[in-house]
């Protein structure tokens, strides 16, 4: 694939971003292309491996290792060396619905276990991937393609986000009639409420996909909570099959004394709020600006709250992270093809350490105690370092370090420490079957629940995960719904 002799002859190149301190003054996408000649050359650095690891998307060690979805990578890597961005096109849409969405947000588990990474820096198959769905879209090659046929069965798909739409353009890709239920006044799920619009652009990208799903026949319900709006007895009655993609947002919660106060957020309904006053053009959002922020949790959630207060104009930020700071090369016993577990900062660690002059995020410590004022508002938090040591278990847990206390200054605390599972109202409604850690249960690869004709795919299924890994879960369920619909299937 590519130049024989390409990742001998070429280095690494990434393309520009926007300066952080011009960025940061507005909400628009800010990763820029590479001009095409260099794209080439990027595609000419895939080496012919004979595994390309980069394509068997699996988990090691817990963590995704090559691409959840089998996108062919080599394939289009050495179609894009050849100049043929068309076929190159065609070949990345064999696998990925909405590969403008992954070459945006996907942390890019396939270039962690690209072979070429185990002693040179990796292919930059994220770019390329990017680059190839932009270019689709430029040159007007994708485009609406409804089915030819209907098969008159009818399937509704609870959630828009990623496995939802997944689900939903794969069932109606084989002629079934879809409803996509969402409970927000938008579909897109997390891709519309969840990622900020400097990562993700809502009309240019998210909606433009939403709108040639419509003109392929999949219809959007909205402002509908499924359970509450629309009984499931309803649901089940209506329908021929049904796939649960409601997610895992239910949030985890830090119950520590001050936890009352006004002032304290979950990192979601901050990222909502502030999406959805820049999508109505409003001024109805929960604001850090002029304030003191700490954001508790060190994930990608956290990060897009630190770029999110920065574009507020907050006085001063600090991410507390529990973990301790990861090595600058990969540790011993984290070896390829695994994840690489190294430091590296994020837009919005490059973002704060433009504007306050260093990386905002504080390791191995965690928040004790909030603090408020007279009139109940947080005004700071107690804080202290920890040491992971394990207990009588062997189960490694943090300690608090004595003599590492701090108070922080704080008018504004968004917690960002994961979620916990999907939301219950409704899989209580439904009385469907639940795993020990509240998911629906459903096994991987079949995706069935406890109810016949009902199916469950992506985060409310998995748990909390990446959104290639919610493709690969909305294509999964679709395959196994139609299949349970025609007593055959020809979807991947």
């Given at each position: 694939?590519?130049?024989?002799?390409?990742?001998?002859?070429?280095?690494?190149?990434?393309p520009?971003?926007?300066?952080?301190?011009?960025?940061?003054r507005?909400?628009?996408?800010?990763?820029?292309?590479?001009?095409?000649?260099?794209?080439?050359?990027q595609?000419?650095?895939?080496?012919?491996?004979g595994?390309?690891?980069?394509?068997t998307?699996?988990?090691?060690?817990?963590?995704?290792?090559?691409?959840?979805?089998?996108n062919?990578?080599?394939?289009?890597?050495?179609?894009?060396?050849?100049?043929?961005?068309?076929?190159?096109?065609?070949?990345l849409?064999?696998?990925?619905?909405?590969?403008?969405?992954?070459?945006r947000?996907c942390?890019?588990?396939c270039?962690?276990?690209?072979?070429?990474?185990?002693?040179?820096?990796?292919?930059?198959?994220?770019?390329?991937?990017?680059?190839?769905?932009?270019?689709?879209?430029?040159?007007?090659?994708?485009?609406?393609?409804?089915?030819?046929?209907?098969t008159?069965?009818?399937?509704?798909?609870i959630?828009?986000?990623?496995?939802?739409?997944?689900?939903?353009?794969?069932l109606?890709?084989?002629?079934?009639?879809?409803?996509?239920?969402?409970?927000?006044?938008?579909?897109?799920?997390?891709?519309?409420?969840?990622?900020?619009?400097?990562?993700?652009?809502?009309?240019?990208?998210?909606?433009?996909?939403?709108d040639?799903?419509?003109?392929?026949g999949?219809?959007?319900?909205?402002?509908?909570?499924?359970?509450?709006?629309?009984?499931?007895?309803?649901?089940?009655?209506?329908?021929?099959?049904?796939?649960?993609c409601?997610?895992?947002?239910?949030p985890?919660?830090?119950?520590?004394?001050?936890?009352?106060?006004?002032?304290?957020?979950?990192?979601?309904?901050?990222?909502?709020?502030?999406?959805?006053?820049?999508?109505?053009?409003?001024?109805?959002?929960?604001?850090?600006?002029?304030?003191?922020?700490?954001?508790?949790?060190?994930?990608?959630?956290?990060?897009d709250?630190?770029?999110t207060?920065?574009?507020?104009g907050?006085?001063?930020?600090?991410?507390?992270?529990?973990?301790?700071q990861p090595?600058?090369?990969?540790?011993?016993?984290?070896?390829?093809?695994?994840?690489?577990?190294?430091?590296?900062?994020?837009?919005?660690?490059e973002e704060?350490?433009?504007?306050?002059?260093?990386?905002?995020?504080?390791?191995?410590?965690?928040?004790?105690?909030?603090?408020?004022?007279?009139?109940?508002?947080?005004?700071?938090?107690h804080?202290?370092?920890?040491?992971?040591?394990?207990?009588?278990?062997?189960?490694?847990?943090?300690?608090?370090?004595?003599?590492?206390?701090?108070?922080?200054?704080?008018?504004?605390?968004?917690?960002?420490?994961?979620?916990?599972?999907?939301?219950?109202?409704?899989?209580?409604?439904?009385?469907?079957?639940?795993?020990?850690?509240?998911?629906?249960k459903?096994e991987y690869?079949?995706?069935?629940?406890?109810?016949?004709?009902?199916?469950?795919?992506?985060?409310?299924?998995?748990?909390?995960s990446?959104?290639?890994?919610?493709?690969?879960?909305?294509?999964?369920?679709?395959?196994?719904?139609?299949?349970?619909?025609?007593?055959?299937?020809?979807?991947?």
């Amino acid at each position: 694939m590519g130049k024989p002799t390409g990742f001998i002859e070429f280095l690494r190149e990434l393309p520009s971003d926007v300066a952080p301190s011009d960025r940061i003054r507005n909400w628009d996408e800010f990763h820029l292309h590479l001009p095409e000649e260099n794209l080439r050359t990027q595609g000419a650095r895939c080496m012919d491996c004979g595994i390309p690891f980069c394509h068997t998307g699996t988990v090691i060690s817990g963590m995704a290792s090559g691409c959840p979805i089998n996108n062919l990578i080599p394939e289009w890597n050495d179609l894009i060396y050849r100049g043929l961005w068309k076929e190159a096109l065609d070949r990345l849409h064999k696998t990925n619905n909405f590969p403008e969405f992954t070459g945006r947000v996907c942390p890019a588990p396939c270039e962690g276990s690209c072979v070429l990474g185990i002693n040179n820096p990796p292919v930059t198959i994220k770019n390329i991937e990017n680059a190839i769905a932009d270019k689709g879209w430029e040159e007007g090659w994708i485009k609406a393609e409804p089915p030819t046929k209907r098969t008159g069965k009818t399937v509704a798909v609870i959630g828009s986000g990623p496995a939802g739409l997944c689900a939903a353009a794969q069932l109606n890709k084989t002629g079934h009639w879809v409803t996509v239920f969402e409970r927000a006044d938008r579909p897109g799920g997390l891709l519309m409420y969840g990622i900020p619009n400097m990562k993700l652009d809502k009309e240019k990208v998210v909606k433009r996909r939403l709108d040639i799903l419509e003109e392929e026949g999949v219809k959007f319900v909205c402002n509908t909570e499924v359970g509450k709006d629309l009984p499931v007895e309803n649901l089940l009655k209506e329908f021929d099959a049904v796939v649960l993609c409601t997610g895992a947002t239910k949030p985890r919660d830090l119950p520590i004394e001050g936890r009352e106060l006004q002032g304290i957020h979950f990192a979601m309904d901050f990222l909502t709020a502030n999406t959805k006053a820049i999508l109505d053009n409003n001024n109805s959002f929960i604001t850090a600006e002029g304030k003191d922020v700490v954001i508790i949790g060190g994930g990608d959630t956290g990060t897009d709250c630190v770029g999110t207060s920065i574009r507020h104009g907050c006085n001063s930020l600090v991410q507390l992270e529990i973990m301790p700071q990861p090595p600058s090369e990969r540790a011993a016993d984290n070896p390829w093809p695994e994840w690489p577990k190294v430091y590296k900062m994020d837009y919005g660690q490059e973002e704060a350490a433009a504007k306050f002059g260093d990386d905002p995020r504080a390791y191995t410590t965690t928040a004790t105690k909030f603090e408020g004022d007279e009139n109940g508002k947080i005004k700071a938090v107690h804080t202290v370092q920890v040491q992971w040591e394990k207990n009588e278990k062997g189960q490694f847990i943090p300690k608090h370090v004595p003599g590492t206390e701090k108070v922080l200054p704080a008018q504004l605390v968004l917690l960002a420490m994961g979620f916990l599972g999907p939301e219950q109202p409704l899989l209580d409604a439904l009385g469907i079957e639940r795993d020990q850690r509240s998911n629906v249960k459903a096994e991987y690869g079949k995706y069935s629940t406890s109810i016949p004709g009902v199916f469950a795919a992506g985060d409310c299924r998995r748990g909390q995960s990446l959104i290639v890994w919610a493709f690969n879960e909305g294509r999964g369920a679709a395959r196994e719904c139609d299949l349970y619909l025609m007593g055959a299937t020809d979807l991947p």
